[in-house]
């Protein structure tokens, strides 16, 4: 809660332990949240960390898709299994597997590619957005509300994350939209190393994913009774981008559905390159009406 980013630096900083039975492992820490589970962004991260450090340093990563299993314990280390499933010519792929107590908390799969020229097109951003330091911070936001989760959503994140919307913590969208952006940028700067960035990345994707959902049904976090949890995540790493520099995180939900939600969110630039493609599916119940 202290210094949130040196927490994340700290969470992604795996222990590696050797590659008994043909297995890479690794471990790291669980980072504390008000709720005691762990953050469904931090063990991405983290297993795309432990991905990252079994192929050659020329791959990079262009797409994951994992599957969160349980719900993690903060008070537990997570160990990282590392299947090396193939090696060719230009791609690699590997399955990463977090465990907690012997038990999978979540199983990813994450493919890595040698840099290559080829067809080059993107969809572009509105470009009526206003700019960040037009926007309230969280902190700002929720000044003055005194309450475990509040504190955590003002201060305890490694991002500054303003929304471009009216945020929904504590009231719902009136408007019933299924759309809305973010500004985020890491709260300090980051090592250069560009492995870090794209994980940073990955942590950072998971946290509002799914406010578009809960924007059309006009639903807060605050919500007496709702219960939301992540059921699987996919991402797309198109081009590089620093996270220490701000960001723009649109999303929009185009269903939902069978007690499900899903996203879809783009990541572009500052200067409107988009950086990032992400997919979301997470469960949302909301309390019965007596």
């Known amino acids: 809660m202290?210094?949130?980013?040196?927490?994340?630096?700290?969470a992604l900083d795996l222990d590696?332990?050797?590659?008994?039975?043909?297995?890479?492992i690794f471990t790291g820490p669980s980072q504390w949240?008000?709720?005691?589970?762990?953050?469904?962004?931090?063990?991405?991260?983290?297993?795309?960390?432990?991905?990252?450090?079994?192929?050659?340093?020329?791959?990079?990563?262009?797409?994951?898709?994992?599957?969160?299993?349980?719900?993690?314990?903060?008070?537990?280390?997570?160990?990282?299994t590392v299947d090396r499933i193939?090696?060719?010519?230009?791609f690699s792929t590997r399955r990463s597997q977090a465990y907690q107590s012997g038990l999978p908390i979540l199983s990813m799969i994450a493919s890595f590619q040698t840099v290559d020229e080829g067809l080059d097109h993107q969809v572009d951003v509105d470009g009526n957005v206003p700019p960040p330091e037009s926007l309230p911070t969280d902190e700002e936001v929720l000044d003055g509300h005194d309450h475990v989760i509040?504190?955590?959503?003002?201060?305890?994140?490694?991002?500054?994350?303003?929304?471009?919307?009216?945020?929904?913590?504590?009231?719902?969208?009136?408007?019933?939209?299924?759309?809305?952006?973010?500004?985020?940028?890491?709260?300090?700067?980051?090592?250069?190393d560009p492995n870090l960035h794209r994980a940073a990345l990955a942590y950072a994707s998971d946290y509002p994913?799914?406010?578009?959902?809960?924007?059309?049904?006009?639903?807060?976090?605050a919500t007496p009774g709702l219960k939301v949890a992540s059921l699987d995540h996919a991402m797309w790493f198109h081009r590089f981008a620093r996270v220490d520099e701000w960001l723009l995180y649109v999303q929009e939900s185009p269903s939902a559905t069978g007690g499900r939600g899903l996203s879809h969110g783009r990541f572009y630039t500052r200067e409107g390159v988009l950086v990032a493609s992400v997919a979301q599916e997470g469960m949302i119940r909301i309390?019965?009406?007596r």
Do not use: C
Not at 16 to 24: E, H, M, N, Q, R
């Open 86 to 90: 193939h090696d060719g010519r230009s």
């Open 209 to 221: 994913i799914l406010e578009s959902v809960l924007r059309r049904h006009s639903l807060a976090w």
């Open 16 to 24: 590696d332990t050797g590659a008994p039975a043909g297995k890479d």
């Open 33 to 80: 949240m008000p709720h005691g589970r762990v953050y469904g962004g931090q063990v991405l991260a983290q297993s795309l960390v432990a991905a990252v450090r079994t192929v050659p340093e020329d791959r990079i990563v262009h797409s994951l898709h994992g599957y969160f299993l349980r719900p993690g314990d903060v008070q537990l280390p997570i160990t990282f």
């Open 150 to 192: 509040a504190r955590y959503w003002a201060k305890g994140r490694p991002f500054d994350m303003r929304h471009v919307q009216e945020p929904i913590y504590l009231e719902p969208d009136r408007d019933s939209s299924p759309q809305q952006a973010i500004w985020l940028r890491a709260t300090g700067d980051l090592p250069d």
């Open 2 to 10: 202290n210094d949130p980013l040196f927490g994340m630096l700290a």
């Open 287 to 289: 309390p019965s009406p």
